[in-house]
């Protein structure tokens, strides 16, 4: 994982919007899922073109549940397969539920506080190895 | 030197006075066996099948060992057979009642299932196909299921599942066979092989791809009746040689460019990949009982040998190791048959949760069932690899044809993968759970458990392809355990089973607790999911859902089977088995209770009765079962 990317992550969690929220902790969960750099899901792109397969993307579609803490239809990822299919359906749904919707949006408030990450730190960030880069991850992912 | 003998002597008389006092108590409980349970009545329909079917030890009967092995020498279609099984009526057990079948429990019809395979696998698999009719009971419409009722009740067509492709076979999302929108239905192209009764079924249900994406709403599923087909459109492909079920009707089938009937998609289009996953989970649970059926045969053939059969002044069953390794053998039975009795109930009222439930069975029976196969051939010795003589050579078949059951319907490294990917969610649900004492889930698991409690009618709309880290029989452990140690010693169940025990609970806890960090450990590590290490923690935690279904199989029929079942040995020695690895802290346990377990194994194979929790009777011809060990012990 590079630098590159970390910064792109943090980018989008400080700048943007409940949908892009929700999209970049997606790419996040299937790039742990999929083992492979977040930076390269394309958003747009089908799931299963990355290799993800019928029950990972079962036991995915359990993980959001988890995280959202809702109910969701196990085979949510097979009706919607992309990353951003499945934001913009969370997103849908989130306006059915707003106490977990305002749980979010606090989240996102919350990440823009903490402010970018200035120039010498990303510097830093490259001299980390890659457990260190994990952990540095797993802290970003809600 | 004195004082040791003597200390020895009195040692000694304690130990015969002891030993005497066991076998007392034994006969005592023996005495009791026949007198103090009544089989549940969803048993009742496996005596009947028995009865009818009669001893497959007389050749004069049509299931007998004698003509299962001359149809397999000849890989001959058991065509009699599957007609014997038709003449009972068995093709109705396949029906739910509200389609004016005799379905009414899993449990029913499991036992029946292995009521019938215990004579033939070939047969019982042949047969089952019948069970392809879960696809239209679980997704059909109103209409195919009452076609399909009719269809099953009143003909002998037979539905096959045509999945697997000779290019592709658990990868389903990636098979090629086609199945293009055309006016009034679909065209079909592709072939699908090897497929069970291919060429002899009148129905195939197929999985075809209905988009070209290569994800999991591509596919769609019909059922077709290949009389309404064009015969120039499809052609039944060869029969395959097998090493073991070698009377099936292993083929296959190809469509070429064949035009289907819209009315035979079954579900909507995208829908079939859901459907076929839905609908294994409760083909998955069933097939413990072919396995379960086909170690009977296997172990009831060691016995007749092993009673008989005299050397160095005794019988083989007299030679200490013989006999430990013949009640293992039983003790694994009784293991699986905790189980799979737990799941074929469970499926009636866990329903959302057998995405984990049918693969944690269908991994570990099938699996640990072949390895006590194996086992027990060790006691056979030559005649376990003789096709004929003793009792007409069955074992060896046995050996051959249940092997299958743990490669086919989702072999054992496809569940082990699916139950892998959802040990997370379990294991979080667990801790999160655990100590809330869920009033629901207690109902649930006594309705489980409780072999008299009536079971609510299948619902399988609520089959779901994720559990929600829900597994309500490891969910239930703490309380079980809590029970356990709450329980006091009483006429059926002597105190010191009970405080082995409740330390061999004491074991399964620490045994949780170790697997809980190993795969959190993995976890974090982010091991992969087809990793050997998920899957030997898939594995363990099978093992540790069979421990729970053990103690609370006993913990809920105390009172309702029979004396050996209370009794506890069998349930310490059973922890144990499933328990133990090399570190493990455990106390010792006494030989009395294999003694009792081995005595417990003599008795049902002497009396005829099925080796199982619940030892329903078995057909026995009277003279022929006098002439059989005769004429076993002139051939020994
Ligand atoms: C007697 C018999 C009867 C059959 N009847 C039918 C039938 O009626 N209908 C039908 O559709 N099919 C039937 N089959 C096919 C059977 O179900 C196939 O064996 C199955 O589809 C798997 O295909 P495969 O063995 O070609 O292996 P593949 O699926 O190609 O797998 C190859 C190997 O990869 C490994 N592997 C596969 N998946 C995983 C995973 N998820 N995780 C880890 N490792 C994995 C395993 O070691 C496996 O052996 C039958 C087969 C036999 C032998």
Not at chain 1, 85 to 93: K, V
Not at chain 2, 75 to 95: C, I, K, S, T, W
Not at chain 2, 295 to 307: C, K
Not at chain 2, 514 to 536: K, N, R, V, W, Y
Request: aromatic letters at 8%; glycine letters at 6%.
């Amino acid at each position: 994982m590079s630098a590159n990317a970390v910064r792109k992550i943090q980018d989008i969690k400080v700048n943007e919007t409940l949908a892009k929220q929700l999209e970049s902790t997606l790419t996040e969960m299937l790039s742990k899922t999929l083992r492979i750099d977040a930076a390269e899901i394309d958003v747009t792109r089908p799931l299963p073109h990355y290799g993800l397969d019928s029950i990972d993307a079962v036991t995915l579609a359990g993980d959001l549940e988890d995280w959202l803490n809702v109910d969701l239809p196990s085979t949510l990822l097979w009706d919607y397969p992309t990353v951003a299919a499945i934001a913009g359906f969370l997103e849908e749904q989130l306006d059915a539920m707003p106490e977990v919707k305002a749980k979010l949006e606090g989240r996102v408030t919350e990440s823009k506080k903490q402010g970018v990450i200035d120039k010498d730190d990303l510097d830093d960030l490259d001299r980390l190895d890659p457990q260190q880069m994990d952990e540095l991850l797993s802290n970003l992912i809600p | 030197m004195q004082t040791a003998r003597i200390e020895h002597t009195v040692a000694q008389d304690a130990q015969d006075a002891q030993d005497a006092q066991d076998a007392q108590d034994a006969q005592d409980a023996q005495d009791a066996q026949e007198r103090s349970w009544e089989l549940p009545l969803q048993y009742r329909a496996s005596e009947e099948l028995e009865r009818f079917l009669g001893d497959p030890n007389n050749p004069a009967n049509v299931i007998s060992f004698h003509n299962v092995m001359q149809w397999d020498e000849q890989e001959a279609f058991p065509q009699a057979a599957v007609d014997e099984l038709y003449r009972f009526g068995m093709n109705h057990y396949y029906v739910p009642a509200a389609y004016g079948g005799r379905f009414t429990s899993y449990e029913e019809f499991q036992s029946m299932a292995r009521v019938a395979a215990r004579r033939d696998l070939t047969t019982a698999i042949t047969y089952s196909t019948l069970i392809w009719s879960t696809l239209i009971w679980v997704g059909g419409n109103e209409q195919q299921k009452r076609h399909l009722a009719k269809v099953l009740r009143w003909t002998k067509d037979a539905p096959t599942l045509a999945y697997s492709e000779e290019q592709h076979g658990a990868d389903l999302v990636a098979n090629h066979t086609k199945a293009v929108k055309t006016e009034g239905g679909y065209r079909l192209s592709g072939e699908k092989w090897p497929i069970n009764r291919a060429t002899r079924s009148g129905l195939v249900a197929v999985l075809a791809k209905t988009s070209d994406a290569r994800d999991s709403r591509s596919l769609s599923l019909f059922m077709l009746e290949k009389r309404d087909l064009d015969p120039a459109q499809y052609s039944n492909l060869p029969r395959v040689k097998t090493l073991g079920l070698r009377g099936c009707d292993i083929s296959g089938i190809r469509f070429n460019d064949c035009l289907v009937p819209e009315s035979s998609r079954v579900g909507e289009v995208g829908e079939g990949l859901e459907l076929a996953l839905r609908a294994f989970q409760v083909t998955r649970t069933l097939c413990a009982g072919l396995s379960l059926a086909a170690v009977d045969t296997a172990l009831r053939s060691t016995m007749q040998f092993a009673v008989n059969r005299r050397l160095y002044n005794g019988t083989v069953f007299d030679i200490p190791n013989a006999r430990r390794i013949l009640s293992d053998a039983f003790l694994d039975i009784l293991i699986c048959d905790c189980m799979a009795t737990a799941a074929a109930r469970g499926l009636h009222v866990s329903t959302e949760q057998f995405s984990v439930w049918s693969v944690v069975v269908k991994y570990f029976v099938p699996v640990t069932l072949e390895r006590t196969t194996q086992q027990l051939s060790v006691v056979l010795g030559a005649r376990h690899f003789i096709r004929e003589r003793h009792m007409s050579g069955i074992f060896q078949k046995m050996l051959r044809d249940g092997g299958v059951v743990s490669l086919f319907d989702g072999s054992t490294q496809v569940c082990l993968h699916a139950l892998g990917l959802q040990l997370r969610h379990l294991l979080k649900t667990r801790r999160r759970e655990q100590l809330t004492d869920d009033g629901a889930r207690r109902t649930r698991l006594t309705t489980v458990f409780s072999l008299d409690e009536t079971l609510p009618v299948f619902d399988g709309t609520k089959l779901d392809l994720f559990s929600r880290g829900h597994d309500d029989v490891m969910q239930g452990l703490v309380a079980a355990i809590n029970a356990l140690r709450a329980l006091q010693g009483d006429e059926a169940l002597g105190v010191t089973v009970l405080s082995h025990l409740k330390q061999m609970a004491g074991v399964l806890e620490q045994a949780l607790r170790d697997f809980d960090s190993a795969l959190e450990a993995a976890a974090e590590a982010g091991q992969h999911p087809q990793s050997a290490l998920m899957f030997g923690l898939a594995s363990r935690y099978a093992q540790l859902h069979a421990a729970s279904a053990c103690l609370q199989m006993w913990l809920h029929n105390r009172d309702a089977l029979d004396a050996f079942f209370a009794g506890g040995e069998w349930l310490v020695l059973a922890l144990d088995r499933l328990l133990a690895q090399p570190q493990t802290q455990k106390p010792d346990l006494p030989d009395a209770y294999h003694q009792r377990v081995a005595q417990q194994l003599f008795y049902l194979f002497d009396e005829y009765r099925l080796f199982s929790i619940v030892p329903l009777a078995l057909a026995k011809t009277e003279s022929m079962a006098m002439n059989a060990k005769k004429e076993d012990r002139h051939e020994c």
